[in-house]
């Protein structure tokens, strides 16, 4: 081994020891002498937040090593933290994972909050991340493709290089940890999973008369759904999110992947949803078909979050009206909750388009850290104690009195772990490989600035087309995407 | 002969008159802190930045573009359709929140059991005490079209819909503005009909005893005596109402969030929506479209100070 990798190797398992409590900052320092990289231990030292002496960080040594800049005095007494750490949660984190509870009994003296986010808002952080000031170290609830772009740019985040571990980093799903990375940085430490795919009610279908398997393309999908609207089975044969990210665009991927576009004179070098690229046409025409099959009220509006949540389609599959549902896992797990039989749901992977690329999309709510937080080595070690805290997964992955949330850990070790235990609460969902297997073809929505909101200021315009008052698809979808482009030149 | 008073005898009074004015000065200077630190700076801050081309996400500080925010603005047709749609709104939701509760204070007041008419007063203020949110959530639920009680009360029981036509309540319906037009009109109900109240037992009884022995019906007394002498609430109750109709935000994100094509997507939603989501948070842009919507409400402030002013 060279005596670079070797000295890479202590100065890993020093600073693990350190940032563990194992070892002083003294005793550090004195190990790191000892192997002769003194310098280098001064430098890392700054990176873990104690006050270091004014030298320039070693060369050589170290060059390889994941310790930062020297930081500034600021930083460098934000990261080792005046007050508790205080990590902040979207509501329905908290709602979803009791597990949380016993993972933030083990850190003394945390300052847990929820965080004022309702609807996505981040203007909160962002107003504090201008005055330079963060009543919060780490913000669990971000969605890479929905807000991260605006908090990077409002330079109220910092990347989590410095504070991951490199195990941990390298254990993060590859796809995932694509979707979380921004020109090379991780911004978003990758927490709980969600893949759109699809789900339906046995105790419906079987009375309709159709086989126990999930459709496999969307002929079959749109057929089986007719079949029960037309044997009474249920009200309505299929349901969906009307929300764009949640159907239009993983419909999309199902036909194909690359529909995505640079608009001229974008300078964010991100590509945004092509509205009009033939798959996505052709994606729009499916979801009119499924409307004709749906409720009357599918494309309204939700109840909270801004119409975001609680929507109609949530509604329909909880009161057992519907038998076929496209959704990530946890809405159709959720709902089924308050079945009779909650047996009675089956999930699988989104149908295929035929000759199409079979896949779908996918999303992780993650956590960001406060650029001007403090407690930055102990929030990485909270991420951590969350990440692979056992009785999370299994309340999320079977459930608990808090419902069925069904998200899944975006961790390789995790999920290698839980399948090799195969233990026998695992065993009863089905779904989880099934889930795991499109995730291997999902893929993320580009984390554009405009990533959300593309959709959102194109959804009243497609939907001229699904409510008939436009005939022709391509036309809606051309003024979908004239409507984005105006906007995305509009923000400069 | 002229009689000139002594000056040592008005400077004391002077002085006096002067201290006694700037200790009242002293008294108002709470509310004269609170006023220009929460609303004459803010007004002044966003008046400042409507004259900017500021985003709130990006670092560089604002440059001076003089009046394209405004010019950008009054070109811009979802902001056109944001101002229709909350004009339309304030039409519904005025003469409800006014002629309702009329009808029910003048109802209130014909009480003459002084502790029924407590007791009606109380029934009439609940709603009022009730947190917004809550109601929101209420009748939300109210008008679901799936759970909902009215749905299922006619779908169910009166049998006049179906699943499938039954009435859409919120969302992309014409129906929407009504209903949250009627839950306006509730939730303010008591807190209105006392407005109506204190009016009505301003008048003096004498009116009525007169107009009685001058041959005068119920209807007549209502129309000539009771509605004139009522000139001052309408005005008060009609500009704050109108003031709050068109500015409506809360609801509406919530019966519709940020879909442009509901008709709860109104000016003030667009606001909020450029001002906090959109892009890098265009604000200067989102101040003028705040200001052009203010002066719009000003001007038809001052044609209801002028249709309701006192013609004593």
Redesign the interface.
Known sequence: MKRKDEEFLIQELLRSQLRRGEISRRQFLQNMIVAGMGLGGVSVLSSCGGTAPATPAAPAATEEAAAPAAATEEAVAAASGTRPLTPTFYQWIVDLHPGLKAVNESFADLNFQIAPVAGFDVARFVAEGKNKESTWDVYVGMTPFVEMAALIKADVIEPWDNYIPKDVLDDIIPSIREECTVNGKLYSWPFLLDIIVQGYNTSITSKAGLPDTPPADWDEYLANSKAVLDSGAARYGCTFDAHGWRSLCPITHSINTDIYYMLDGDASGVPLYDFTHDDAIAALEIMKQMLDLSSANALQPGTTDGGVNQTPDEVAFAAQQVAYYIKYQNAPLRMAGTWTDPTALRLGALPKAKGGAGSTVFWTTGACLFKWGQNKEKAAEYMKALTYDAQIWKDSIAGSSSGHPGQLPPFLSVNEALQKENADWFQKETWVPLVFEQLKVAKAIPNHAFGLQQFIIGQPIWEKYLKGEVSDPKVAMQEAKDAVAAEVKKAG | MATTFPTTVARPRRRWHELKHSVNWLYLLPALLFFIGYQLYPLLQVLYISFTDY?????DPPNFVGLENFSNALADPIFWTGLWRAAIFTAIFLPGVIFIPLFVAILVDRVQNATLSTLYRLILLIPAVIPGPMIF?LW??LY????GPINVILINYLHLFD????P?W???SPLTLPAVAIMEWWWGLGYHTMFFLAGLAAIPKELFESARVDGANEWQMFWHVTLPRLRPIFLILVVLRFGSAMAVIDEF??????????PTYTWTVYMWHLG???????QGYAAAIGWIGAISMLVVVAALFYIFRNQD
Do not use: K
């Open positions: 985003r709130y996400l990006r670092p959530v939300r639920w679901d079209f799936e759970v699943y499938r036509n039954a859409q919120v969302g992309d994100l919530i019966m519709g969030g940020f879909n442009r094509s509901m906090f989501q959109l892009g890098d948070w265009p």
